[in-house]
């Protein structure tokens, strides 16, 4: 099993709404990413999980909360976000200290802030 | 922290043609990945070089990280290979992978 599975696919939510994000991965990877991308823009990292601790925080804000509840599972709850919130947000995993640290994506979920 | 810069920005090719995607990062890399990025938004892994050669069917790529540049090699271009081309490197003692600004490909039929 290669993948990483991202639910949901698509999301609408309004500036008041409470919401998640979930990914899983069953490769055996202790490493878990954020990623934002922007239309027409590069991904930019978010967060790091490094054996389910916090690794990197690249200045998020506080309205996005990543938990990591095991080493298999990756998620990104969200609270109050703004229009420009509006993005691909895309989660990674790779091996830890091996060497082949390849990043494989999910297929994202579009979040829509109105 | 690292700067990865990919050239050319857009890439126009017909069916069949051969092409050489270019990076160049600012520092030492241990980890230099190349990703195809389909029109669907799916982030697919094509190569991990942090150093050398690889060939995957009419793909290649080559990092010479003495001298901070990697190239992708498309060969006999196909419709399906449009999409976006990233580079993404990340430097010893971290988890910080820094992608590139892309390269954007369409082949014409």
């Known amino acids: 099993d290669t993948e990483v599975t991202q639910t949901p696919k698509h999301l609408v939510m309004g500036m008041t709404n409470k919401k998640s994000l979930k990914c899983e991965q069953h490769?055996?990877?202790?490493?878990m990413y954020w990623y934002k991308q922007k239309a027409k823009k590069p991904p930019e990292l978010m967060f790091v999980y490094s054996y389910e601790k916090l690794s990197i925080n690249e200045s998020v804000p506080s309205r996005f909360s990543p938990e990591c509840p095991n080493s298999s599972l990756l998620n990104l709850h969200l609270h109050a976000l703004q229009p420009e919130d509006s993005a691909l947000y895309l989660c990674?995993?790779?091996?830890?200290?091996?060497?082949?640290?390849?990043?494989?994506f999910g297929s994202g979920t579009q979040l829509s802030v109105l | 922290g690292i700067q990865v810069e990919q050239s050319p920005p857009d890439l126009i090719l017909q069916e069949g043609a051969n092409s050489t995607l270019r990076c160049n990062f600012s520092?030492?890399?241990?980890?230099l990945q190349w990703f195809h990025q389909n029109p669907w938004g799916q982030l697919i892994n094509l190569f991990y070089?942090?150093?050398g050669t690889k060939q995957n069917g009419r793909l290649s790529a080559t990092t010479v990280a003495t001298e901070r540049y990697s190239l992708l090699y498309i060969s006999s271009s196909q419709t399906t290979d449009s999409g976006v081309y990233f580079c993404a490197a990340r430097n010893t003692g971290g988890f910080k992978t820094i992608f590139g600004a892309g390269t954007r490909l369409f082949v014409k039929a």
């Open positions: 990674a995993s790779s091996q830890v200290g091996s060497t082949n640290e390849k990043l494989f």
């Open positions: 520092d030492s890399v241990n980890n």
């Open positions: 490769m055996g990877h202790r490493a």
């Open positions: 070089i942090p150093s």
